[in-house]
T-cell receptor
Framework: DAKTTQPPSMDCAEGRAANLPCNHS???????VYWYRQIHSQGPQYIIH???NNETNEMASLIITEDRKSSTLILPHATLRDTAVYYC?????????????FGQGTTLQVKP | AAGVIQSPRHLIKEKRETATLKCYPI?????VYWYQQGPGQDPQFLIS???????DKGSIPDRFSAQQFSDYHSELNMSSLELGDSALYFC?????????FGQGTRLTVV
């Protein structure tokens, strides 16, 4: 699985958009970009994933560059409850094959 | 919606004892994954099962074994426990491209 690079920490003001970057320059054609978050010792929570198109769901938006070498997770209106470690994972994971490998994520601190 | 259920939520064992952790996947999910998360560390992949067969293996110690049963639940068996096995153990299940995690079992070895 391709390696990802994320900033170790970020701050965001409550109510503002949080934009979390991820670099994955060695991504392969069959690898997806996944985002999970972990709120203090709870189980990792699935946020969103995509292959090459931008994706949006009720939690977040995922913007993937055209060359797929980087992506950005956008939380449109961050709340204090969004404070967590956010993991960007690149994997050929299909649900039945492959696995999700967690690297060093970004600790997002949402401040009032 | 039903989530991944792990039991027990907390477990305290002494060194050299044995522990069994259980994972009940989301209904109709046929794949199960186990992860270990030590203090201050990121989750580390241990092992996975698809349709009751081991599908992948990570950094799982030889003292640990796991299996998936006919009802798709899974058990992680840990023997000769060491202090360093103290960690959060997460189970995840999937059927398609989204894997969902349980709330974990906190194992403390004393």
């Amino acid at each position: 699985d391709a390696k990802t690079t994320q900033p170790p920490s970020m701050d965001c003001a409550e109510g503002r958009a949080a934009n979390l970057p991820c670099n994955h320059s060695t991504i392969s054609g069959n690898e997806y970009v996944y985002w999970y978050r972990q709120i203090h010792s709870q189980g990792p929570q699935y946020i969103i994933h995509g292959l090459k198109n931008n994706e949006t769901n009720e939690m977040a938006s995922l913007i993937i560059t055209e060359d797929r070498k980087s992506s950005t997770l956008i939380l449109p209106h961050a709340t204090l409850r969004d404070t967590a470690v956010y993991y960007c994972i690149v994997s050929a994971f299909t649900g039945n094959t492959g696995k999700l490998i967690f690297g060093q994520g970004t600790t997002l601190q949402v401040k009032p | 919606a039903a989530g991944v259920i792990q039991s027990p939520r907390h477990l305290i064992k002494e060194k050299r004892e044995t522990a069994t952790l259980k994972c009940y996947p989301i209904p109709r999910h046929d794949t199960v994954y186990w992860y270990q998360q030590g203090p201050g560390q990121d989750p580390q992949f241990l092992i996975s099962f698809y349709e009751k067969m081991q599908s992948d293996k990570g950094s799982i110690p030889d003292r640990f074994s796991a299996q998936q049963f006919s009802d798709y639940h899974s058990e992680l068996n840990m023997s000769s426990l060491e202090l360093g096995d103290s960690a959060l153990y997460f189970c995840a299940s999937s059927r398609t491209e989204e894997a969902f995690f349980g709330q974990g079992t906190r194992l403390t070895v004393v």
